[in-house]
């Protein structure tokens, strides 16, 4: 008899103990694997409530999705606007959640007056160097990691037509990957304790420019360059994607010494007028989320998972595909988990499968 009623208490005792050891949220899970999960944010949604109780519950790092770039933080030549990446480390701050910083270095998403300006290299060069070290030393201590250099590379692996490499750049036009080193450089002497990033994107499977930033990164390596990891935005462009090269290229990667962080992970659909997805495209979305997982967690020098947004209220693929393709993201519009949180989840909380 009393051996039997322990028993009955005994059994409702251990499935309570069971449930609370299983994650219930990507924090908790990525916790327990010792993996940062990440996703961009827009500061002028933190005061909605359902997006700030998301984020701090679901996530322990953030990267400022717009807030850091030139546009935003370089009204002019002579100013400097730290207010929405401010706001953005102080939430996180607030809720132990740690911050990457993007971008320093990119053709894209800079202010009129230096895009259509006519500066020449001396000036580009003094004007970059500035920036870097004065927006890397503001925020040292806060974010941790940056993305230096953003899609340096075409899809042939040579450098990009950009205001810093060749039109006019910063006196290094020609040199190939020369002005990248030059902005790690700087990077290194701005903020000695940040990580830094190459960030690209579509050098994730094994290609052309995968094979360029994997030249350029053993370069760098050998020569002492100042740089701990490259980033792989996977903005995934099919569902079939081929993540097993991208776990090949991450091995490699990792053989020379870096991490590898995954920064801009979404996987757009085709959509309705309403935005809907259809049921069987959102499976096979969450089986892409999944095994994009996998492919880090099966090697432990890739130590940061990070999403580009986390609601489809909110995402960049809308306007990007000019409302063609959309629903890329983990939550719906109502913040209601889809299947893709689901299966990333599962595949966070089985952990780590291998130590290499
Ligand atoms: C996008 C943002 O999501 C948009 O809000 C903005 O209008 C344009 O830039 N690669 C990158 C990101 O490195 O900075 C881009 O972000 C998406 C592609």
């Known amino acids: 008899m009393h051996f039997r009623s322990c028993f009955r208490i005994a059994g409702p005792l251990l499935a309570v103990a069971a449930l609370a050891s299983t994650p219930q949220t990507l924090r908790e899970a990525a ?6 999960i990440g996703t961009a944010v827009r500061p002028y949604l933190l005061s909605e409530p359902a997006y700030s109780a998301t984020l701090a519950h679901e996530f322990n790092m953030i990267e400022p999705e717009d807030a850091l770039k030139w546009w935003t933080v370089r009204p002019t030549a002579e100013s400097f606007d730290f207010k929405q990446g401010d706001e953005i480390v102080r939430f996180a701050e607030a809720h ?3 911050v990457r910083g993007h971008c320093l270095v990119w053709d894209h998403n800079n202010p009129k007056w230096l895009a259509e300006g006519h500066f020449s290299p001396a000036q580009l060069s003094k004007l970059l160097q500035e920036h870097i070290a004065t927006v890397m ?3 040292a201590g806060h974010v941790f990691a ?3 250099v953003n899609e340096g590379l075409d899809e042939k692996g040579t450098p990009r037509d950009s205001p810093w490499y060749n039109r006019p750049g ?4 020609d040199q190939g990957t020369a002005y990248i080193e030059q902005a790690f450089r700087w990077a290194h002497e701005a903020d000695p304790k940040a990580l830094l990033f190459y960030n690209e994107a579509e050098g994730d ?3 052309r420019k995968s094979d360029a930033i994997y030249a350029m990164v053993r370069d760098f390596k050998n020569r002492g360059v100042p740089i701990d990891g490259v980033g792989m935005q996977l903005h995934l462009p099919r569902l079939d994607y081929d993540t097993g090269a991208v776990a090949a290229n991450i091995e490699r990667l990792t053989k020379l010494g870096l991490q590898v962080h995954i920064t801009e992970l979404d996987v757009a659909l085709p959509v309705d007028s309403q935005g809907g997805a259809r049921a069987e495209d959102l499976q096979r979305q969450a089986d892409a989320y999944q095994r994009v997982v996998r492919a880090c967690l099966q090697n432990s020098d890739c130590t940061a998972i990070q999403t580009w947004g986390f609601t489809d209220k909110y995402s960049w693929i809308g306007s990007h595909s000019h409302g063609a393709q959309g629903a890329a993201l983990l939550f719906d519009r109502a913040y209601k988990p889809k299947p893709a949180y689901d299966a990333m989840l599962k595949a966070l909380a089985a952990g780590r499968t291998s130590t290499h």
Do not use: C, E, M, R
């Open 31 to 36: 916790n327990a694997s010792g993996i940062l």
């Open 96 to 98: 132990g959640i740690k």
């Open 137 to 139: 030393k503001h925020y």
């Open 146 to 148: 940056w993305d230096v």
């Open 170 to 173: 910063i006196g290094l036009s």
């Open 205 to 207: 499977t094994l290609n």
